[in-house]
Nanobody, 117 residues
Framework: QVQLVESGGGLVQAGGSLRLSCAAS????????MAWYRQAPGKQRELVAD???????NYADSVKGRFTISREKGKNTVYLQMNSLKPEDTAVYYC???????????WGQGTQVTVSS
């Protein structure tokens, strides 16, 4: 079992910034990749960004140039730095990881991000 604890969501005005954190209960060497998804009301959950153990990153077109995913070397935490936030970024953001040992995916509980215009 892998447990994920997310933090950092909140309410921010358009143009502002937030940083989300996701801490895993297992070694960072056990989980790969690590990713952030989001789900807005009435919409499907979508991939925002992911990062591999080697540091390769991938972003949704809608967040490229504004969001940065990173993982602290040697630690079991992944971050999502969100800049120049827009009202359309409003959603519940979820951390997602894959356990290398079982190939099973795990989700965090979600953290609400609300961007006001």
């Amino acid at each position: 079992q892998v447990q994920l604890v997310e933090s950092g969501g909140g309410l921010v005005q358009a143009g502002g910034s937030l940083r989300l954190s996701c801490a895993a209960s297992v070694s960072i060497f056990t989980i790969n990749p690590m990713a952030w998804y989001r789900q807005a009301p009435g919409k499907q959950r979508e991939l925002v960004a992911d990062i591999t153990s080697g540091g390769s990153t991938n972003y949704a077109d809608s967040v490229k140039g504004r969001f940065t995913i990173s993982r602290e070397k040697g630690k079991n935490t992944v971050y999502l730095q969100m800049n120049s936030l827009k009202p359309e970024d409003t959603a519940v953001y979820y951390c997602n990881v894959q356990d290398r040992r079982t190939s099973r995916y795990y989700w965090g509980q979600g953290t609400q991000v609300t961007v006001s215009s």
